[in-house]
């Protein structure tokens, strides 16, 4: 199976072979530092065809120490099969055998990892431009965990409400499942008493 | 007509209508017949109320998968008179039937102020009932009834269709005991019903 | 024409779960779209850190509530790449039963919501009908109706009982000759054609570059799935062919992804009656609960740092499970739980292939996406 990736500056990438059940599972996973990531990015989208943004992941370490306070971690795929031919106007499915297939083309499954420094606002760069399935990834993470992506245009709130005071992301592990005691209720933490943006007009 | 279009010849205006209206309606107290109007007319009313519930369609989460089963050919809810109707103005019934978010709470208590009176709310599920597995979560109201006042709680999660079932038969049993407006009737009628507490 | 912009709002008779979705039109068209999603965002990730293991497993049945099987499986994948337990094969053919059931079932629930979409209402109590037998064999199998939290660390929590192999013969047989009954009602209809085809162009490479995966992938001639690519379970072992569509060179449009979802119900009720010849030590011996033929000893701690991840063919996609572990400090309870749920790719894609069309070719095009908002807001 194809591992050429291990040969990349700034990066730490290695193939951990993995098994689910009895069907072999081959893993790319891959440590990035924050700083070489739009190259590794841009490195894995153009020289070997990593087509498909899964998940993007955002964790946060308060115990982890300085160096890895907060961690991002992608998980791409890459789909080996691209331009299906064209018969008669019609696209003719690809019928591969993943068995048989080679090199460029195996499916396979990239892990990457950024371990980012304690911050209180940790950032990243965007990878929207690169991978449009990393927009929304995107937003949810800074919505959840507040990890913040350089250059990630439209950043809104998906998951919350739109009102959510600025700075609230309630995966940090300093916030509670919920808000319940007597003090806290007067700070509204987490908006159970904002009136809604349209309180008082007629409906 | 004048300036703003209305048109104020004696027969139209609003005085007339008003007094009108305030001696027969003096005249039909003083003899009674007010009452026995009342009686009979109440009573047709509340048969077609209960005979006809409208709930609104409006599927929330795993429990509309169960009230859809409930209208489908096994369980079959529409042979009761419950029809699902798309508009909360032309509806009756809302029937809550999932966990309540911070930015649901809105729009529910929207669709409970356009629904005309009388009007009914039942709470199905844990979800709508008490915040369900979610209680502790940080975007979850806990329960429905914390914004809008609910009539009949269906335990389950999700409650089978034959319990939702119940649940519009307690609805109605509720009616006749309330009568024909929510707002009429003895003060017990203001306690929800629980299904499956008796 | 001025344009303006129309809020299809949370509570809608057509948007297949509580969303919103505004659209900008023009007249009867359709410009600019903006989906909004997180009404019943119910933070089941945060929820997740305060659970155990198997706990976890009833919030999972929750996630997709239309396909809740195929939900708790792909977290008890994750759970067990990250504990690395070794899985007996009886209950992955279980597993696999349970998995191909509800994928019937969620796929007869899509039909059964789409038909009234386009207009055909009497299509709805046909599917729920077939979808009420998948039920009760899945009742037998998980004890409920909808959310069974059938697998457990390890396996399966029951085998199948007495004289389920029998049923579920019978019962897939008999759906398998429905099916005909459903293509015919559909493809005889001459509004349903020109409701659906022509419309909701998606290409390939589009939907490849956003994430969307599954049926509506397959619908774009990508032959792709996570059974066979990546796989896992008992997949391998079965004889069956993935089911992809052959789309012209503009995309896919709504009635390719109607007939690949009609081709996978086909083709997942061919792999249970398979799977229920196959399954090893035969599908009328029963054990009890707790066998280890059906389920194997399970640690319940993860060590720190280490982290698990599965991929998974959920009927709408492929979702995916990240779990951190957290040692001695967490317990129990995992670190972190990420969920992929392919719906909330899937919807900003969708949303775009609407622009074009007309306001009523909406639920056309949503429909044959079949979202399921329960996934999509966590």
């Known amino acids: 199976m194809a591992n050429a990736l291990s040969s990349m500056d700034g990066v730490n990438a290695e193939v951990s072979e993995r098994t689910s059940g009895t069907n072999p599972r081959n893993v790319v996973s891959v440590d990035c530092a924050s700083e070489n990531w739009r190259q590794l990015a841009e490195c894995l989208r153009v020289e070997h065809g990593v087509d498909y943004c899964s998940m993007i992941t955002g964790i946060h370490w308060p115990e982890g120490g300085a160096e890895k306070n907060w961690e991002v971690v992608y998980h791409f795929m890459r789909m080996g099969i691209s331009n299906p031919p064209v018969v008669e106007g019609m696209v003719q499915p690809i019928i591969t055998d993943p068995s048989t297939v080679e090199g460029a083309d195996v499916p396979l499954e990239i892990e990457v990892r950024i371990a980012l420094p304690e911050t209180r606002d940790p950032k990243v760069a965007s990878v929207q431009d690169i991978w449009v399935g990393a927009d929304w990834n995107e937003k949810e993470t800074w919505d959840l965990v507040g990890i913040d992506f350089e250059g990630h245009v439209g950043m809104r709130r998906v998951l919350q409400p739109h009102e959510t005071p600025a700075g609230f992301h309630p995966l940090q592990k300093q916030h509670k499942l919920r808000y319940h005691d007597f003090e806290e209720m007067y700070d509204d933490a987490q908006g159970f008493l904002r009136k809604p943006s349209d309180a008082g007009k007629i409906k | ?198 | 024409m001025a344009e303006m912009w129309i809020s299809m709002g949370p509570q809608h008779p057509m948007t297949h779960g509580l969303w919103t979705l505004k659209i900008k039109v023009d007249g009867e068209t359709v410009v600019d779209t903006e989906p909004d999603l997180g009404y019943i965002h119910r933070g089941v990730e945060k929820i997740c850190e305060a659970r155990d293991f198997t706990q976890i497993t009833t919030y999972c049945d929750r996630l997709c509530y239309a396909s809740a099987n195929t939900w708790s499986h792909s977290y008890i994948y994750a759970v067990e790449d990250l504990l690395e337990v070794e899985v007996p094969e009886r209950a992955e053919y279980i597993r696999l039963i349970a998995v191909e059931l509800q994928r019937i079932a969620s796929h007869l629930m899509w039909l059964g919501a789409y038909g009234p979409d386009i207009g055909n209402l009497s299509v709805m109590v046909w599917c729920l009908r077939e979808r009420e037998m998948m039920m009760d064999l899945l009742q037998e199998l998980g004890g409920s109706r909808m959310h069974y939290n059938f697998p457990r660390v390890g396996g399966v929590k029951r085998d199948l009982p007495h004289g389920f192999a029998q049923r579920a013969r019978a019962k897939v047989s008999l759906f398998l000759n429905r099916i005909q009954e459903y293509e015919a009602l559909f493809d005889e209809s001459t509004i349903f054609l020109i409701r659906t085809q022509g419309v909701g162009y998606s290409k390939a490479e589009e939907m490849v570059n956003h994430g969307v995966t599954g049926p509506n992938l397959r619908a774009g001639g990508v032959n792709y799935d996570v059974r066979t690519s990546h796989p896992y379970s008992v997949y391998s072992e079965l004889d069956w062919e993935v089911p992809v569509e052959r789309p012209s060179v503009k995309g896919a449009d709504c009635y390719d992804r109607y007939r690949i979802r009609v081709e996978e119900m086909r083709v997942s009720a061919m792999m249970v009656l398979e799977a229920l010849d196959k399954i090893p030590r035969g599908a009328d011996t029963y054990h009890e609960p707790g066998d280890p033929a059906i389920i194997a000893k399970a640690p319940s701690r993860a060590p720190e740092g280490t982290s698990g991840s599965h991929h998974f063919e959920d009927s709408r996609g492929e979702s995916m499970f990240y779990l951190a572990g957290g040692g001695e400090a967490r317990g129990k309870n995992p670190y972190r739980v990420s969920i992929r749920s392919p719906m909330f790719i899937t919807i900003p894609y969708a949303s775009k292939c609407m622009v074009g069309y007309k306001v009523a070719d909406i639920p056309a095009i949503m429909g044959s996406f079949d979202p399921c908002i329960g996934e999509t807001d966590r």
């Open chain 2, 1 to 198: 007509m004048d300036g703003d279009g209305q048109n104020y010849s004696v027969f139209n205006s609003r005085m007339l209508v008003d007094t009108v209206g305030d001696i027969t309606d003096d005249a039909l107290k003083a003899s009674r017949i007010k009452d026995v109007i009342g009686v009979l007319v109440g009573r047709v009313f509340n048969w077609s109320q209960r005979k006809s519930l409208f709930p609104l369609h409006l599927g929330i989460k795993c429990c509309a998968l169960e009230m859809a089963a409930a209208g489908a050919s096994r369980f079959d809810a529409e042979r009761f008179g419950v029809f699902f109707r798309s508009s909360p103005r032309q509806c009756d019934v809302l029937l809550v039937n999932g966990p309540i978010s911070k930015k649901f709470a809105d729009p529910i208590v929207r669709l409970w102020e356009q629904m005309p009176e009388p009007k009914w709310c039942i709470a199905m599920g844990e979800c709508a009932i008490s915040g369900g597995p979610y209680f502790q979560s940080y975007n979850i109201l806990e329960g429905v009834d914390t914004v809008i006042p609910v009539d009949v709680y269906i335990p389950g999660c999700p409650p089978r269709p034959e319990a939702l079932i119940d649940g519009f038969d307690k609805l109605r049993q509720k009616i006749i005991r309330i009568g024909a407006s929510p707002d009429d009737g003895a003060p017990e009628s203001k306690n929800p019903i629980i299904v499956g507490d008796d």
